[in-house]
């Protein structure tokens, strides 16, 4: 039996309070990889390397303790007394799953890869960093070594028993992040392919040289020779972010204008906080900057700034003006 919460609200689900793992259950595992021997115990060595941390040392310092998950329990239960219940549990008893089932779970049902290593904090960068291969999590499918190596580094940091609400409710939330960060990215190319759509010239993204680094540009025209017009496009979804990466628009165009200094800059901005707008404005003026324009996700705030470098350099098409 199981304590359950109920959250109406949550796309009308359940959410099962459970706890992930035992915090003195597993203790740190370091591990080696080597695609004809698969994947072998790590011993203490004199060697550079083992001056470093594998994911398991990492995650044995970060747990949690057990006085965390005690206190936690006691909150919820006295903060939702009435409305938590005691209900059977579906769970998956890994402590029962050996390494080849595990892995022959990976290569029939890939889909379960990334939910299951969320479950122990494994993501992409600690594969490569301890077994040394790429690793799509979200991949259709897994070749036979590379899931035999996954489930032989996992399994020692499984907990003994984990439930399906539980393994649902990671994938829920690592795919509704993934997606969220995806669509950030899209806004950047949204305004390209509007800029694109618009212009009599095309655009694309570049890079220039400066004292030997490469710095790249988020719309740049033309497409080839001699960049004329420069878009550096930024989200900054809080002041936190504008304060700690607000430079990177002024070295950008200090650095264009060393190598290029006829080409116009412009600077596009996701800022949702309109009366913090004047503060950009001003921290930027003076700077070499043609123009800061604010965007937001509609396709007429965008366009708005398009016209707007387009109009400037007589780019924008006949029948837009």
């Not at 083992?50 to 303790?65: I, K, W």
């Amino acid at each position: 039996m199981g304590a359950l919460l109920r959250f109406g609200n949550i796309s009308g689900n359940s959410l099962e309070l459970f706890p992930f793992y035992d915090p003195q259950e597993n203790s740190g595992v370091g591990f080696h990889y080597d695609q004809n021997e698969g994947v072998s115990s790590m011993p203490n060595s004199s060697s550079p390397s083992s001056h470093y941390s594998n994911h398991a040392d990492q995650r044995e310092t970060a747990l949690p303790s057990p006085e965390r998950f005690k206190e936690l329990s006691d909150a919820l239960s006295a903060a939702f007394e009435r409305h938590s219940n005691e209900v059977p549990r579906h769970v998956i008893s890994f402590e029962q799953v050996s390494v080849d089932e595990l892995a022959d779970g990976f290569m029939k049902y890939p889909i379960m890869v990334k939910s299951i290593l969320a479950a122990v904090n494994v993501a992409q960068r600690a594969v490569k960093r301890d077994l040394g291969f790429d690793l799509d999590t979200y991949a259709t499918k897994i070749k036979p070594d590379k899931a035999k190596a996954l489930a032989a580094y996992i399994k020692p940091l499984l907990p003994s028993e984990l439930a399906f609400d539980a393994i649902l409710m990671l994938d829920h939330f690592f795919w509704v992040d993934k997606e969220m960060r995806a669509g950030k990215g899209r806004w950047e190319s949204r305004l390209l392919d509007l800029l694109n759509k618009h212009s009599t010239r095309a655009f694309k993204k570049r890079k220039f040289r400066h004292e030997g680094g490469a710095f790249e540009i988020d719309a740049a025209c033309p497409v080839t020779g001699e960049i004329r017009i420069g878009v550096d496009v930024k989200r900054f979804e809080s002041p936190r972010d504008f304060h700690k990466r607000g430079d990177e628009i002024t070295q950008k165009v200090s650095h264009l204008r060393d190598v290029l200094p006829d080409a116009r800059f412009y600077a596009v901005l996701y800022y949702p906080f309109p009366s913090r707008h004047g503060e950009v404005l001003q921290r930027y003026d003076g700077q070499g900057i043609d123009a800061i324009l604010f965007a937001g996700e509609s396709e007429e705030s965008l366009l708005l700034a398009v016209k707007r470098i387009l109009s400037d350099n007589g780019l924008l098409q006949p029948t837009e003006e």
